[in-house]
């Protein structure tokens, strides 16, 4: 038996093989063959030719065969990645304002993995400019994703994978959904105990406008930690043990590139439960993200969750705590927010006649430049506008929620809220013990 066909049944042995990162001599056989994709290379000598016409003479198989030489010297992830992040600092560079900014990398400890619990706004750029803030200091961070971006082999999937990609199988059946959700905690549990990171987004897709985790991603992450009647520390002492490290990364965006679709997403799906997205949607909006003009975006990295928590509802709680008091407000908020009156949207402001003069009025005060929030908004559907601006407001509701709840509250209402929420701990304790453990699978 080859090297490769005894890595190939080490995989299959594996209770997670079908979803995990390609690594060793798998890694090496998927490369290969994606290296050779004809579409793979298109794609990238595409984006490498582009506005240089002297490339326009050489024959694109000859530009085939040369890129696909090169890219033969990659044999291992750690390889790949450093040549993804040198597109990754040019991509910054051209879509960012300013550079990427980022606090609270004095809050992580080196050769330490971490579990990051990413707020989401969009599908790729959140983890590859973590990976790149932080990937010359920390060790590699692997990735989930849903199987919406790649399944059944294709070169999305591939991809993914080959830079540390875990798959997560969404749908089906409740025993299905199970069953995926155990593959995946293992095999995130795998990677941390060998002492990688792990990035996560806190909530599904269609919940991006929200700045609150989904108590079904902890299932999935930490369910295995949950308090029983022997032992109700159980999640407490995992979670503040000295090599547990939970924390949250906010990245926000001045301006979100696909907020359109998102928004559009949001809406067919609240009106019809069963509406998919066109196909090929989510590579474009892929393309979207990482091409598209951001203006300035700050990633906050918090500290490590420690404390009282005993269920998972306490850790989801001190995770929403921390999302509400770290993200960054842009501009784009408040005007966002300009376009309602209180909850109430302003619908006379959103139409397309009053948002093509009010426009218009601005380019005659302010010169040429406009804020490209304001395009965005006029390129945007009628139907989608209120989802579209409520995706730009949302962290000015997430900061008033933490100044009304915040730490540092004195007095009587400080002292009620405690107790309040002594109360609801206790209550939530009780009633995971009545609750069927499929609530919180994804």
């Known amino acids: 038996m080859t090297t490769g066909q005894e890595d190939s049944e080490q995989m299959k042995r594996k209770p997670y093989a079908d979803i995990d990162a390609f690594e060793g001599e798998v890694f090496r056989r998927e490369w290969d063959a994606v290296r050779r994709d004809p579409l793979f290379l298109n794609t990238i000598i595409d984006y490498l030719t582009r506005q240089k016409p002297l490339s326009k003479v050489i024959p694109r198989r000859l530009k085939q065969l040369g890129l696909s030489f090169m890219l033969g010297r990659i044999k291992t992830p750690d390889q790949l990645e450093r040549s993804i992040a040198r597109y990754v600092r040019e991509n910054i560079a051209k879509t960012v304002k300013g550079g990427l900014t980022v606090s609270g990398l004095e809050n992580l400890e080196e050769d330490k993995g971490h579990f990051f619990l990413a707020t989401h706004s969009t599908i790729l750029p959140d983890s590859m400019y973590l990976k790149e803030v932080i990937i010359a200091r920390h060790r590699p961070i692997y990735s989930i994703f849903g199987d919406n971006l790649g399944s059944g082999g294709t070169l999305q999937e591939k991809l993914l994978r080959l830079t540390r990609g875990i798959k997560l199988v969404r749908g089906g059946s409740e025993f299905s959904r199970g069953k995926n959700a155990l593959k995946v905690r293992k095999a995130v549990h795998d990677k941390h105990q060998r002492g990688y990171s792990i990035w996560c987004a806190q909530q599904e897709g269609r919940f991006k406008y929200r700045h609150e985790c989904d108590i079904k991603v902890l299932g999935m992450l930490f369910g295995e930690y949950e308090p029983t009647e022997d032992n109700p520390r159980k999640l407490y002492d995992y979670v503040n043990d000295q090599a547990t490290s939970i924390r949250t990364v906010q990245t926000t965006y001045e301006i979100i590139p696909d907020?359109?679709?998102?928004?559009?997403?949001?809406?067919?799906?609240?009106?019809?439960?069963?509406?998919?997205?066109?196909?090929?949607?989510?590579?474009?909006?892929?393309r979207t993200e990482i091409e598209g003009y951001k203006g300035h975006v700050h990633i906050h990295i918090s500290k490590a969750i420690k404390g009282e928590v005993y269920t998972l509802g306490d850790l989801k709680t001190a995770i929403d705590d921390k999302n509400a008091r770290h993200h960054t407000i842009y501009d784009t908020a408040h005007i966002?927010?300009?376009?309602?009156?209180?909850?109430?949207?302003?619908?006379?402001?959103?139409?397309?006649?009053?948002?093509?003069?009010?426009?218009?009025?601005?380019?005659?005060?302010?010169g040429e430049y406009i804020n490209p929030f304001h395009e965005q908004l006029l390129e945007c559907p009628e139907q989608y506008r209120e989802r579209f601006l409520e995706l730009y407001r949302s962290v000015l509701r997430s900061a008033d929620k933490a100044l009304s709840t915040g730490e540092g509250k004195k007095g009587l209402y400080g002292i009620a809220r405690g107790l309040a929420d002594g109360v609801a701990g206790k209550v939530r304790r009780v009633v995971k013990h009545l609750v069927p453990r499929s609530r919180y699978l994804p």
């Open 259 to 286: 907020a359109i679709s998102i928004a559009r997403n949001i809406v067919e799906k609240q009106k019809d439960p069963d509406w998919k997205k066109p196909d090929g949607a989510d590579l474009l909006s892929m």
């Open 336 to 366: 966002a927010d300009s376009y309602f009156d209180g909850h109430k949207l302003k619908h006379e402001m959103i139409k397309q006649d009053t948002l093509e003069a009010h426009i218009s009025n601005k380019r005659q005060t302010e």
